[in-house]
Structure formats: structure tokens, C-alpha cells
């Protein structure tokens, strides 16, 4: 059987079960959490990495590893899609059913605070341990000055592209939204002459959810509008602006004017679209580094033929780029938390973390692990330059509902039942009343 390109790289490593981390059971004692527990205790961990196909392998790996390390200590997870997780954490607190372990990120780390379910983590971690991570991500994992989480690994938005074709066509990547439209009409061909478009420029998310706001916001901040602007005490927003109209219209141009979108692009969620990649069907697309690895686990022949490069922006603008983190945290209501926390760090370990990196193509969080030649990669050079663009995402409890509003707003205009104005206008109307409701 032919192993794709991140699994073969892991096996190559010895990075797959057992020897995932390089601790034996001999060095069991080394652990503090070896040390402590006598009894047979399992830890649940929440993880929406754990139903991804590679992602999978990676993180089974992780826990198998450790199992044979610690053998008092049984690692269950509880697999849910990432664009479910945070809806699927809300309810199992209310429910007093809280794993021990689970994710967690910036655009939800107030809500899980609200909901008082984050351990403190600065004592599980310690300061010395918190050090050894990069300050960008570090920094966002707190709220008010307390950590919220580990920081497991960044995905920085930007943009990639199919760098064999741009060469055939003659494009270099784009730095405006302008020669990114045109980019996307000249590599939407025909490439079988039967007189029937069948590779697009451009696979676009657009789904009403997370993975589809989470693209547009960032996209309309390179127009020069933000979604969230800090209003004293309180919040207002930009949705409403004539540089947001200017999003909103980018995405109805590019399925209804250009034709540079694969059809169905409501339902084209990150799966469909990073599949439209791996098979030919498309040129570029809004997303992290990770996808790479997506991509070249459905198809290794594309090796060599990724590469990525900075959000465009409109003239006058700038890029930007969101870091794409999440992280690990520890419920309040664990009976486990020593336990929760000597298994994150040993999934943050440099070897573990560079055996992630090797199969997603996720940025190491850690100082040790992001400074080795591993991750500077060409192919990922462009998304290493887009992380220096990156903003901190507002910290309130709903920003999850307003990458729907996004979503529910751009559907609009490609289905031609909203103007670009008239989505601007709709999205800043319902993005107020949702800050009016969390006064």
C-alpha cells in the first residue's frame, strides 16, 4: 500500500504509535504525573483534530504513546467535527459533563470563561513551562491577563495556491483583490476541450458557518472594515461601510460575474474545498497551512506544486491574517488536572509538535519546535510571512455568531438576493442587536 506524503514523513520519522515521542515506558518515572498516579484513571479529551483523517493518526498516536508510558493512565476522546465543538462544549457544561481535556482558541476562550469551565492554567502549566511558547500565541491565549489555554499549534490565514499553474499561466501570487479576480477568470479553463469549464481559480468556502465567516471577516479587514471596533465599554461595528460592501461584492463578482467558482459554493465547506484542490478542480484557495497537508494526504502528486502567500488587500489597504490557533485547556471540574496537564505537554513536546507540523503543515507554538529548519519549508514561506500580519480577535462570547452573520450575509449576494450594499447594511443591523443582547 502506498502511504500518502504526511504518513510516510511520520513513519520515516518513527513517529507513528509507540515510538510517537521517543519516551519509552524505562522512562516513565521521568514523568511527574508517572510519579503520582497509583491508580488506574482516564482522561476524556474533547478534540475536533481526532475525526480528520491525518489529523487522526497524529493524535491517536499521541495518546497510544503515552498510554504505553503511563500505564495507570487510559486516554479517550470524544471526536467532534470542529465547526460543532464549541456548540458541543456549551452543552456538556451545562450538563456538568465537562471532559477533562478540550479545545479551545481565541474566538472561544470568553465564552468558556463566562462559563467558568477553564482550570487555572497558569498554576497546571507553571511560569517556566509558559515561557518556552512563542509570544504571539501566548498572548492570545489569554484573557485578562490569566491563560486560557496551551497553544497547540497556529494555522495564519492566507492564501494558497496551485504554484505549477500560476507558473504556467504566467501569474505571479497576487497582492491586491484586483489581480487576485484576475488571476481566478484566466485559471478557470477548460482543460479536456470538451467545451465544459472543469478547473475553476477559485474554491471558495462559502457555507453559513465558522469555516466560511472565519475566511470572509479577515478578507473584508483587507478591505479596511472590521467586523468589531472597540466603542469605550462597549462595542460597535463596520459591517455597514461602503469597504465592506466592497467584500460582500468580491464574492458575488467571483461566482455570478467571473464564473471563477466551482458550482454549489453554498455548500462548499473546508472539506469540499480543499478537495477541489487535491483533484484538480481548482487553483486557490482562503486558508492556513494545514490544508497543505490535507491536500497532499488525497494526493501526493501535488507535492511540490503547493505554495502559499499573504492575503491580498484592496489598494491602499493592508494584509491581514488571523493566527487560525487553538489550544488545549483543562475543565475546572477535572478530577485529573496534573494528569491533564503533564499529557499536554507531552503532546507539545518538540518531537511531537514537529511530527504534527510534518503531517497538517500547523505551525508549532513552542519556541523549540518553530525554530527548527523542519518549518521553514518554501511551500510555506508565504503563510510564515502572512503570521507577521495577524490581528487578535476581539474577546467577547459571541464572536462565533458574527461569523455567521457573515456567512448568512454573503449567501445573499451570490444568491442575488441582497445587493452587496443591502448585505453590509443587513450584517451591521444584526451584528448590533447582537451586541445590544451581550450589553
Not at 477553564?118 to 489569554?142: H, I, R, S, T
Not at 503531517?359 to 510555506?380: H, K, M, W, Y
Request: glycine share 10%; with cysteine.
Amino acid at each position: 500500500m502506498k502511504l500518502s506524503k504526511p504518513l510516510a514523513v511520520l513513519m520515516g520519522l518513527g513517529l507513528i504509535g509507540a515510538t510517537l515521542t521517543g519516551c519509552s515506558p524505562q522512562k516513565a518515572a521521568e514523568s511527574p504525573t508517572a510519579s503520582k498516579v497509583d491508580e488506574d484513571i482516564t482522561l476524556t479529551v474533547l478534540s475536533p483534530l481526532v475525526v480528520e483523517k491525518t489529523e487522526s493518526v497524529v493524535e491517536k498516536g499521541y495518546a497510544d504513546a503515552y498510554m504505553k508510558a503511563h500505564p495507570h493512565v487510559k486516554i479517550e476522546f470524544i471526536g467532534v467535527p470542529m465547526n460543532d465543538a464549541y456548540a458541543k462544549i456549551s452543552t456538556l457544561a451545562t450538563g456538568g459533563q465537562m471532559p477533562d481535556i478540550f479545545i479551545n482558541s481565541p474566538e472561544f476562550d470568553s465564552k468558556a470563561d463566562q462559563l467558568g469551565i477553564v482550570a487555572n492554567m497558569d498554576k497546571l502549566l507553571g511560569k517556566e513551562y509558559l515561557a518556552g511558547f512563542e509570544a504571539a500565541p501566548l498572548k492570545q491565549a489569554k484573557l485578562d491577563g490569566k491563560t486560557q489555554f496551551a497553544p497547540y499549534f497556529t494555522i495564519p490565514t492566507g492564501l494558497l495556491y496551485r504554484s505549477d499553474l500560476f507558473e504556467a499561466a504566467g501569474l505571479k501570487a497576487p497582492t491586491t483583490w484586483d489581480e487576485f479576480e484576475a488571476a481566478a477568470k484566466k485559471l478557470t479553463v477548460d482543460t479536456d476541450g470538451d467545451g465544459q469549464t472543469d478547473r475553476w481559480g477559485f474554491a471558495m468556502v462559502g457555507t453559513n458557518d465558522g469555516s466560511g465567516g472565519s475566511r470572509f471577516i479577515p478578507i473584508m479587514r483587507t478591505f479596511g472594515a472590521q467586523e468589531l471596533v472597540a466603542d469605550g465599554s462597549s462595542w460597535k461595528t463596520q459591517f455597514g461601510t461602503a469597504d465592506a460592501a466592497k467584500a460582500f461584492k468580491l464574492y458575488g463578482d467571483l461566482v455570478n460575474k467571473d464564473g471563477a467558482v466551482p458550482p454549489g459554493p453554498l455548500q462548499t465547506g473546508y472539506a469540499q474545498a480543499n478537495a477541489l484542490l487535491a483533484t484538480d478542480k481548482a487553483a486557490m484557495m482562503v486558508t492556513g497551512p494545514h490544508t497543505i497537508g490535507a491536500i497532499l494526504a488525497q494526493n501526493p502528486d501535488l507535492e511540490g506544486k503547493l505554495a502559499g502567500a499573504p492575503l491580498p488587500h484592496a489598494p491602499g489597504k493592508k494584509s491581514v491574517s488571523v493566527l487560525g490557533m487553538l489550544g488545549w485547556s483543562i475543565s475546572a471540574d477535572s478530577k485529573h488536572k496534573a494528569a491533564a496537564a503533564d499529557y499536554i505537554k507531552f503532546m507539545l513536546n518538540k518531537k511531537n509538535q514537529l511530527a504534527w507540523n510534518a503531517a497538517t503543515g500547523r505551525f508549532p507554538t513552542r519556541t523549540d519546535a518553530i525554530s527548527d529548519p523542519q518549518v521553514n519549508r518554501p511551500e510555506l514561506q508565504g503563510f510564515i510571512k502572512a503570521q507577521d500580519n495577524a490581528f487578535q480577535l476581539p474577546a467577547v462570547p459571541f464572536y462565533a455568531d458574527l461569523q455567521v452573520i457573515a456567512g448568512n450575509s454573503y449567501q445573499q449576494v451570490i444568491l442575488n438576493k441582497m445587493s452587496p450594499e443591502e448585505a453590509a447594511k443587513s450584517a451591521a443591523g444584526q451584528t448590533e442587536t447582537t451586541i445590544s443582547n451581550n450589553g
